[in-house]
């Protein structure tokens, strides 16, 4: 049984880590936040020590480490912005790192971290659960063995409808999270170049303060794609309906169903590490050069070879002044 530490428990993340810990027969010992809204614990780990306080987190790690009971594995569910100190936090302790998605904002943060890796003798694993998909699993077998000239078009779209709240909390602050295409695109992006290989071209037609859209030709595909957090560019279908989300991958026009089988990712991941694999520093390293390109970017609007949903109507920010 591994001695886990949890950073972030109160976030929309931390449950799924909590699940994974239990589900893999291993304990939580200690966890942090700055807030205090962390009921959820009891229904995994109520004995673990709580601290809203990170000097006294840290206190008790160290004390930790100089006893019996000392940290394993540190997971990670803190804002974007921060993953990169308290991954550094976690190897400093002696402790392997499972952090969320996206691991960093910025490339040459995953250089500094391979160095603080190799100080302390610890690794560092990212999340990457589509990887782990029985579809995406599936998908990848097909293109690896179907022909090696071939370029596919691929089409993605993901909305998340979110609330006038995002743009107050940090996922809003493109500083802090990265922005729209990093905070509920990265994973995606990783899916993609794992699958059809890396990137040659990198087009952004859009990226406002709820959506992105654009164009990558892969090695083996030409890909449009689009992102949003607002609820007006779902499709009709879906608003009819009453949805709030939508997902959809089509390879040649035709769809590929992957909308299932999420809730066991994250415990999957965990069992993917501790039986000695994960997704690495440098496995990392390819989605986050996207994202940080896209960021950096300026859209060319709608030319080319953009998604349809891209075609909709711009939206002020809620919170501008008119």
């Known amino acids: 049984m591994k001695n886990f530490a949890l950073i972030g428990a109160a976030g929309y993340?931390?449950?799924?880590?909590?699940?994974?810990?239990?589900d893999t027969d291993n304990t939580l010992l200690a966890a942090y936040d700055k807030f205090d809204s962390v009921g959820v614990m009891d229904s995994h780990f109520p004995n673990a020590d709580f601290f809203t306080e990170f000097e006294r987190f840290d206190r008790h790690i160290e004390k930790l480490k100089r006893g019996e009971n000392k940290i394993d594995y540190v997971s990670i569910c803190s804002p974007n912005y921060l993953h990169d100190s308290h991954i550094r936090f976690g190897l400093r302790v002696g402790a392997n790192v499972i952090c969320e998605k996206p691991l960093v904002l910025n490339p040459w943060n995953i250089d500094a971290l391979q160095e603080v890796?190799?100080?302390?003798?610890?690794q560092v694993f990212n999340i990457l659960q589509l990887r782990l998909h029985p579809s995406i699993i599936a998908l990848k077998k097909q293109i690896d063995e179907?022909?090696?000239d071939k370029i596919y078009d691929i089409d993605l779209a993901y909305i998340t409808s979110r609330g006038h709240w995002y743009y107050t909390s940090w996922k809003g602050d493109v500083s802090k999270s990265g922005g729209i295409a990093t905070n509920i695109g990265v994973h995606f992006y990783d899916m993609?170049?794992?699958?059809?290989?890396?990137?040659k071209e990198n087009v952004v037609h859009i990226h406002t303060h709820d959506r992105a859209s654009g164009y990558f030709q892969l090695e083996k595909a030409r890909v449009r794609w689009f992102l949003s957090i607002n609820v007006d560019t779902l499709p009709d279908?879906?608003?009819?309906r009453g949805?709030?989300?939508?997902?959809?991958?089509?390879m040649e026009g035709q769809e590929i169903e992957f909308s299932d089988g999420f809730t066991e990712l994250h415990t999957n991941s965990y069992k993917h590490i501790l039986d000695g694999h994960g997704f690495g520093l440098e496995e990392a390293r390819n989605s986050i050069e996207i994202v940080h390109?896209?960021?950096?970017?300026?859209?060319?609007?709608?030319?080319?070879?953009?998604?349809?949903?891209?075609?909709g109507e711009l939206n002020s920010h809620p919170f501008d002044v008119r």
């Open 293 to 311: 390109n896209i960021r950096h970017m300026e859209p060319i609007g709608l030319k080319g070879d953009y998604h349809p949903l891209a075609k």
């Open 237 to 240: 279908t879906v608003k009819q």
């Open 117 to 122: 890796e190799k100080e302390h003798g610890k």
């Open 146 to 148: 179907g022909p090696k």
């Open 243 to 250: 949805g709030r989300t939508y997902r959809s991958l089509t």
């Open 13 to 22: 993340i931390a449950p799924r880590h909590m699940k994974a810990i239990k």
């Open 192 to 199: 993609l170049t794992w699958i059809f290989g890396g990137i």
